[in-house]
């Protein structure tokens, strides 16, 4: 059986207090009313990891980074790398995601490296596709995404792609309040693993988790989640409101 995620990425939001007033909630609610065997997963900024971490410690939630350098140290100014991340207790990485492709030119070359460095040092990557409105309309998403998928993960051998998470999230359903149908997520979703299992085995294909995001809200979660090929979601802007956010997990079945 593979995991169900319901994951939420926080962006640069929420100053230190803030994001351990917000934790504090989500723990609370997370304890009091979530009684399922998914996993939930917080991705606060760098800023306020060591914080997280201590306040989730003996709890079913996990703490993620948003973003990771490729190299262990080095002279890379203003860059966090995986290492760092291990010491403190982090055990997630969010790599790929859209707003790194677009707002700070990250190649598919550089979230492989990204990707292999989470994974050589025991953490599990949360590796972010999906293609732009554009793409979309001139139907080019199936290859976006193959070149996504396969550039990005495909250098990593068997034991290591047991370690990936896949998150599609169309860009044009990323913060905009588009979501796809769960009708064209499941579509993705099924090509994803079809291309996965085309790479590795189908038994592999079929142990990976592909989480869905963009714009995922309350009200339309069970009927994404519901999907056969779509194992929970990553979660943006209802993941800064606690009641929004577990409602959200709730629907992770
Ligand atoms: C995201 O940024 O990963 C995301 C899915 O955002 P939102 O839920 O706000 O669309």
């Known amino acids: 059986m593979r995991q169900k995620i319901v994951a ?68 890379f100014t203003g860059e966090i790398s995986v290492p760092m991340l291990k010491s403190i207790g982090v055990q997630y990485a969010i790599i790929g995601h859209s707003e790194r492709r677009q707002y700070f030119g990250e190649t598919n070359t550089v979230l492989a490296a990204k990707a292999k460095s989470v994974i050589r040092h025991g953490l599990t990557v949360m590796f972010c596709v999906g293609e732009t409105l554009e793409q979309r309309e001139s139907k080019q998403y199936f290859r976006v995404i193959e070149e996504q998928v396969s550039q990005g993960l495909f250098g990593l051998d068997r034991k290591e792609f047991s370690h990936v998470v896949i998150a599609y999230e169309p860009v044009w359903a990323i913060g905009t309040g588009l979501t796809a149908s769960p009708e064209q997520a499941q579509e993705i979703h099924a090509y994803i693993r079809k291309l996965v299992a085309a790479q590795y085995t189908a038994e592999i294909a079929d142990q990976t988790s592909i989480l869905y995001g963009g714009s995922v809200k309350p009200e339309n979660a069970t009927s994404i989640f519901m999907q056969p090929d779509i194992d929970g979601g990553l979660i943006g802007g209802a993941a800064l409101k606690a009641r929004d956010f577990i409602d959200i997990v709730k629907a992770m079945r």
């Open 8 to 75: 939420g990425n926080w962006k640069m939001h929420k100053t230190l207090e803030e994001s351990q007033a917000l934790i504090t909630e989500i723990r609370g609610l997370v304890r009091d009313e979530y009684r399922g065997q998914g996993k939930v997963v917080i991705a606060p900024t760098f800023l306020s990891l060591p914080s997280a971490v201590r306040l989730v410690e003996g709890t079913e939630i996990s703490i993620s980074a948003q973003n990771a350098h490729y190299e262990d140290h080095g002279a």
